[in-house]
Nanobody, 124 residues
């Protein structure tokens, strides 16, 4: 069983930066593709970014492209979401997810494990 714990959320001003981290426990981290999703109040959960198990491939949603970067450290067993130039519309609960197998997926249904989420609030 894999447990995911997100950290790094908080309140940030528009234009600022924030780094989210996710550290899984259990399982073999380097065998999982990882993803970040978010859900704003009253909206459906949406894919933000994904990274393959090896870290060689990444995919970032158009809504955050050029501002957010996903990365992973398979030695520290941690995946990161670097958020730059944040906007009020980035306000959401951000979730880390792990997917068995190495390939990136953008659909939440393809992920096997989820964290509880961390709140990110961007003030204007």
């Amino acid at each position: 069983q894999v447990q995911l714990v997100e950290s790094g959320g908080g309140l940030v001003q528009a234009g600022g930066s924030l780094t989210l981290s996710c550290a899984p426990s259990g399982g073999t981290f380097s065998s999982y593709a990882m993803g970040w999703f978010r859900q704003a109040p009253g909206k459906e959960r949406e894919f933000v970014a994904g990274i393959s198990a090896s870290g060689d491939n990444v995919y970032v949603a158009d809504s955050v492209k050029g501002r957010f970067t996903i990365s992973r450290d398979n030695v520290k067993n941690t995946v990161y979401l670097q958020m730059n130039n944040v906007k009020p519309e980035d306000t959401a609960v951000y979730y880390c997810a792990a997917k068995s197998g190495g390939a990136i997926a953008t659909r939440g249904a393809n992920y096997d494990y989820w964290g509880r989420g961390t709140q990110v609030t961007v003030s204007s």
